[in-house]
């Protein structure tokens, strides 16, 4: 059971670049989110999916794209990258039910980006 | 708007010494709290939580938090702390705004216990 799994670890970018952030969760989970964390701000949620084809904006959600075609894959798309989005993102999945608010989310390793 | 608030940074202590970390939150309504720990290196982990009935939940680790409604706050504690406890803790809130679910994280308090 690999629980949630992000690729890459590390990336670097330069300034206008796109690139893709992967995630995937083995758990069934419906909800799934993505995170960046900054020094100093905590974690800052960036976008969710309540399930496969919904997806819904959080509190930084500029300048990203998400999708949610299957229940296990939650990727994060950055269209142009910008020196701003320079952070660790974490995505993190949990399940959902007729307690859903209760549900722990289970965290991946991160990834560090840097766009330069 | 929903707000978690963590005023300690940056706390050192000693071995042994206990440990209380604050948390306080501005959402009126029903919440469920967490607290998570990052190790150096790796990703959150969950410490603990609270969803309803005795407001001193514990967790693993010897940790221990205490929900006080009145006060809104979720202060995380520990009698006696260790060097392997070092680490960032995040206090996080979870609420129903305008029908989404919405987990609203602090922005950290890093811990160092010296040996």
């Known amino acids: 059971n690999a629980g949630v799994t992000q690729t890459p670890k590390f990336q670097v970018l330069k300034t206008g670049q796109s690139m893709t952030l992967q995630c995937a969760q083995d758990?069934?989970?419906?909800?799934m989110s993505w995170y960046r964390q900054d020094p100093g701000m905590g974690l800052r949620l960036i976008h969710y999916?309540?399930?496969?084809?919904?997806?819904d904006q959080g509190e930084v959600p500029n300048g990203y794209n998400v999708s949610r075609s299957t229940t296990e894959d939650f990727p994060l798309r950055l269209l142009s990258a910008a020196p701003s989005q320079t952070s660790v993102y974490f995505c993190?999945?949990?399940?959902?039910?007729?307690?859903?608010?209760?549900?722990?989310?289970?965290f991946g390793n991160g990834t560090r980006l840097t766009v330069t | 708007a929903q707000s978690v608030s963590q005023h300690n940074h940056h706390v050192i202590l000693s071995e042994a010494a206990s440990l209380e970390l604050g948390c306080n939150y501005s959402?009126?309504?029903?919440?469920?709290l967490f607290w998570y720990v990052q190790y150096p290196g790796q990703h959150l982990q969950l410490l603990l939580k609270?969803?309803?009935?005795?407001?001193l939940v514990k967790g693993i680790k010897g940790f221990e938090a205490e929900f006080i409604k009145s006060k809104f706050s979720f202060n995380l504690r520990k009698p006696s702390v260790q060097w392997s406890d070092t680490a960032e803790y995040f206090c996080?809130?979870?609420?129903?705004?305008?029908?989404?679910?919405?987990?609203?994280f602090g922005s950290g308090t890093r811990l160092q216990v010296q040996p």
């Open positions: 959402y009126g309504g029903t919440v469920n």
């Open positions: 609270y969803f309803s009935g005795d407001p």
């Open positions: 999916s309540v399930g496969a084809g919904i997806t």
């Open positions: 993190a999945s949990s399940l959902l039910g007729g307690d859903s608010h209760n549900s722990p989310l289970h």
């Open positions: 996080a809130v979870n609420a129903r705004l305008a029908g989404r679910r919405a987990l609203t």
């Open positions: 758990m069934n989970h419906e909800y």
